[in-house]
């Protein structure tokens, strides 16, 4: 057996940044998609009407270099779906065309496995077991898909701590594990959120940092606490962090 080894620059160069941000429903994180390089859509959701042309020339302008305006999308109803897209995201050709893979939402997709998993066993706690399995298994592959960015969007939802009594907001997963379990995968764990500048008018931004309430994390060091939703040109700014020596 021979050892390959590598370095930290040449691994992440070869992996692309692999990331979750999660948000309120409505708040953009389909949109986001638009932001990323090249980006081809696996969607379990129904409403895409926010990546239509006219709605992205509304938010970013035309002609906009960080945003793309035509945006293929493949349409996950089934865990079959889901394992073929991964399979064609890893294998084709035609996936080489595609820098970022993204995932709308994460939230959704794995409803759609614990639904399939329902359908065949009598116990529901199996269902959820299988659920778990499953999502841990299909996050790796595409989490680890080579020579790709991929973009995991989460739904959010409110978790009480019983001893402290604070609520804490994090991806919202089907069960009772998955969704606390879901930022471990990642280096990169985004919050986006919205807020108002001085002069009332709002924005959002991503959060990539911790606080008593909110789930964040960059494990690049080269991100400023809070950043504007751009996919793009955060990961350009990932990728392009001079070596600490």
């Known amino acids: 057996m021979t050892l390959k080894f590598t370095t930290a620059e040449e691994s992440s160069a070869q992996n692309g940044v692999k990331c979750l941000v999660y948000g309120l429903a409505g708040m953009g994180k389909t949109v986001l998609t638009a932001t990323c390089p090249t980006p081809i859509l696996l969607s379990a959701e129904s409403g895409l009407l926010s990546l239509r042309k006219a709605n992205l020339e509304r938010l970013f302008g035309v002609g906009n270099p960080w945003i793309s305006y035509h945006i293929p999308v493949i349409q996950i109803s089934t865990v079959d779906d889901l394992r073929e897209a991964y399979e064609w995201a890893a294998r084709s050709t035609e996936a080489q065309g595609f820098a970022t893979i993204a995932l709308d939402s994460i939230s959704e ?93 709002s924005f959002r931004f991503l959060q990539t940092q911790p606080d008593l309430q909110y789930e964040a994390k960059d494990r690049s060091g080269a991100l400023d606490p809070m950043e504007a939703p751009i996919l793009g040109a955060i990961f350009q700014k990932i990728m392009s962090q001079p070596t600490q020596q």
Not at 138 to 165: C, H, T, W
Request: charged content about 25%.
């Open 109 to 201: 997709i794995a409803e759609v496995v614990l639904n399939n998993a329902k359908r065949q066993v009598k116990d529901p706690r199996q269902a959820y077991g299988e659920l778990l399995e499953k999502m841990q298994t299909l996050i790796r592959l595409f989490r680890d898909l080579p020579n790709k960015n991929v973009y995991f969007a989460a739904k959010m939802e409110p978790q009480k701590d019983e001893l402290s009594g604070v609520t804490r907001f994090l991806p919202s997963m089907p069960g009772s594990k998955l969704g606390n379990q879901l930022p471990f995968f990642f280096d990169e764990v985004f919050r986006l959120g919205v807020n108002k500048d001085q002069q009332g008018n």
